[in-house]
């Protein structure tokens, strides 16, 4: 039965990115949970998830008009994480090879460190560690593929063509993620130029991964395949298997990540370019 959805969604998409986007601000330069035991600033992606569930309740939506539904979980989770690992498994490969011919011959290593764009120091190996990782990543994505895939993509289409939904919100996904390189400029960690080109390198990475993940929940009818692709981005290859030289750790990451991520879009865009032309 259609939903009668009083509000105006664009309004709607920018007072919760907004809202959120304040916390982060807070998380990464105030409180620096990173930087403490947990390891990981995740109390922002809490916050975003009870955001989320505010929103959903004030404009008569539910978790599953969102995407999650319950009916193909377990089948989309899996079909995402196939899809991560596969054009991963591509990326390692091409980082592995470009240091072999650069003289720089690199092995993989398995350990968990935190996400950073100069490089992790600290090789943790204790089984909770792991744990920790998935459980808090499990957050992470469920907060991000909830609000800008589900909550904004389903709302905005409420007035607006799907594609141009998805753009917004991938636009929105891609300045989400320049908190990091703005955070690294102010600590001295690299230049206001390298901050400006890193912000505007995430911001295109970050969206084709946002169009990607549209794309997916258009596909399936859900966020499981895009979510299960997201967390693999995430715990394994960011997080877990690492590509270690004589030089040191990661020193290709963003090449790596670069280049599952164009592999995987390609799949995905191929797979509903040719869903849409069938249906036609």
């Not at 035991?37 to 539910?62: P, Q, R, S």
Request: aromatic residues 12%; glycine residues 8%.
């Amino acid at each position: 039965m259609e939903k009668n959805i009083k509000y105006k969604s664009t309004n709607l998409c920018m007072i919760i990115f907004m809202f959120c986007l304040s916390v982060r601000f807070v998380e990464y330069f105030l409180i620096e949970t990173d930087k403490t035991a947990i390891g990981e600033n995740v109390l922002h992606k809490v916050i975003g998830i009870i955001f989320l569930v505010l929103a959903l309740k004030k404009i008569n939506l539910t978790w599953r008009d969102i995407g999650f539904q319950r009916d193909g979980f377990v089948s989309g989770i899996l079909k995402g994480l196939l899809l991560g690992s596969v054009c991963f498994a591509v990326s390692f490969g091409l980082e592995l090879g470009i240091l072999a011919l650069q003289g720089n011959p690199a092995h993989l290593e398995i350990y968990i460190s935190s996400f950073s764009l100069t490089g992790s120091q600290i090789k943790n190996t204790d089984f909770v560690f792991f744990l920790l990782c998935v459980l808090f990543n499990i957050v992470n994505v469920w907060m991000e593929e909830g609000v800008f895939r589900g909550l904004f993509i389903r709302t905005l289409s409420e007035t607006k063509p799907f594609m141009q939904a998805n753009y917004i919100a991938a636009f929105l996904f891609g300045v989400w993620h320049i908190v990091m390189p703005i955070r690294s400029c102010i600590n001295g960690e690299m230049s206001f130029a390298a901050m400006l080109l890193m912000g505007i390198g995430y911001i295109i990475l970050a969206g084709i991964m946002g169009i990607k993940w549209g794309l997916l929940y258009r596909i399936t009818g859900n966020l499981w395949a895009g979510l299960g692709d997201h967390l693999f981005n995430n715990t394994v290859a960011t997080n877990m298997l690492h590509v270690v030289s004589l030089k040191g750790a990661d020193e290709l990451q963003i090449v790596r990540i670069m280049a599952a991520q164009v592999i995987s879009f390609a799949v995905v865009l191929a797979i509903h370019t040719y869903r849409t032309t069938k249906v036609r």
